[in-house]
């Protein structure tokens, strides 16, 4: 199966369980079971999906976007910044 197939599963899958969680937090037993067992094919189509997406990666279908060549910036070194406090002494007679 191919990756877009897997990915539309995923997306209907998601669907039913939205609509299915949302009657069974209203009290509907037989939502709570679809949620339930629809978990556990959420599982393997995701797993599905992981591997598909690994093995499209190393085959070469997915094109890695380029990163655009950042712009060299000289820079100059910090200079010291003068206190603008000078220190006064205090003499003690």
């Not at 509907?28 to 939502?31: E, P, S, T």
């Given at each position: 199966m191919a990756l877009k197939d897997t990915v539309q599963q995923l997306?209907?899958?998601l669907g039913q369980l939205?609509?299915?969680l949302i009657k069974s937090a209203r009290g509907?037993?037989?939502?709570s079971q679809r949620v339930r067992t629809n978990t556990i094919r959420l599982e393997k189509i995701g797993k599905k999906y992981r591997k598909e997406s690994i093995h499209a990666e190393k085959s070469g279908k997915?094109?890695?976007p380029k990163k655009k060549a950042a712009k060299k910036?000289?820079?100059k070194s910090p200079?010291?910044?003068k206190s603008?406090?000078?220190s006064k002494v205090v003499?003690?007679?």
């Open positions: 997306s209907q899958m939205q609509k299915d509907n037993k037989a939502a997915f094109k890695k910036t000289v820079r200079r010291k910044k603008a406090r000078k003499r003690r007679r």
